[in-house]
T-cell receptor, first 114, second 115 residues
Framework: QQQVKQSPQSLIVQKGGISIINCAYE??????FPWYQQFPGKGPALLIA?????SEKKEGRFTISFNKSAKQFSLHIMDSQPGDSATYFC?????????????FGKGTKLSVIP | DSGVTQTPKHLITATGQRVTLRCSPR?????VYWYQQSLDQGLQFLIQ???????AKGNILERFSAQQFPDLHSELNLSSLELGDSALYFC??????????????FGSGTRLTVV
């Protein structure tokens, strides 16, 4: 059972446009929602994260929007650049069990074309 | 450089063999996680160690095992390898204080190819 569903699988955006990636979760015990960026041949790198007590978090061109009642969260990349071309993963974590393991979405491959 | 070191970077081995993947966590991180990344399954959690003790298990096969040593480095052992075990294996480490986790730092991974 996939606990974090991510869409779309791939995304092509023009330079300067807005990239939007969506995720939905089922487990209401999740209390930390990070986004990771992965370039080919590299490990995922933490991009931005949010906890469910806030509805939005912005860091530079990257914004997470969080809807607790709908159990959905999304990543917006403003003014998308070719250097943003990478695979993006949303994830969710429940700290209640003391494990802090992350459950990942299946990823979105973003291509930003000049 | 993320501070998490994984060796080797690439590994090619035959079916039925056994391999060991090594991970050195970022300085100060007590928690180590192992993930398997394949094209069709994405990033799958395998196992977590915290300060030498197993903390959580995910979808780890019985043919796989791991341990964390007193110097906090960790090893993932994969035995009786099958073609389907071919994947990227990532190690991540994190600082865990009380009920807070300050995010993972991933290594660059080991690409395992079973032929």
């Amino acid at each position: 059972q996939q606990q974090v569903k991510q869409s779309p699988q791939s995304l092509i955006v023009q330079k300067g446009g807005i990239s939007i990636i969506n995720c939905a979760y089922e487990n209401t015990a999740f209390d930390y929602f990070p986004w990771y960026q992965q370039f080919p041949g590299k490990g995922p790198a933490l991009l931005i994260a949010i906890r469910p007590d806030v509805s939005e978090k912005k860091e530079g061109r990257f914004t997470i929007s969080f809807n607790k009642s709908a159990k959905q969260f999304s990543l917006h990349i403003m003014d998308s650049q070719p250097g943003d071309s990478a695979t993006y993963f949303c994830a969710a974590q429940s700290s209640g069990a003391g494990s802090y393991q992350l459950t990942f979405g299946k990823g979105t491959k973003l291509s930003v074309i000049p | 450089d993320s501070g998490v070191t994984q060796t080797p970077k690439h590994l090619i081995t035959a079916t039925g063999q056994r391999v060991t993947l090594r991970c050195s966590p970022r300085s100060g991180d007590l928690s180590v996680y192992w993930y398997q990344q394949s094209l069709d399954q994405g990033l799958q959690f395998l196992i977590q160690y915290y300060n030498g003790e197993e903390r959580a298990k995910g979808n780890i096969l019985e043919r796989f095992s791991a341990q964390q040593f007193p110097d906090l480095h960790s090893e993932l052992n994969l035995s009786s390898l099958e073609l389907g075990d071919s994947a990227l294996y990532f190690c991540a480490s994190s600082v865990v204080t009380g009920r807070s986790n300050y995010g993972y730092t991933f290594g660059s991974g080991t690409r395992l190819t079973v032929v």
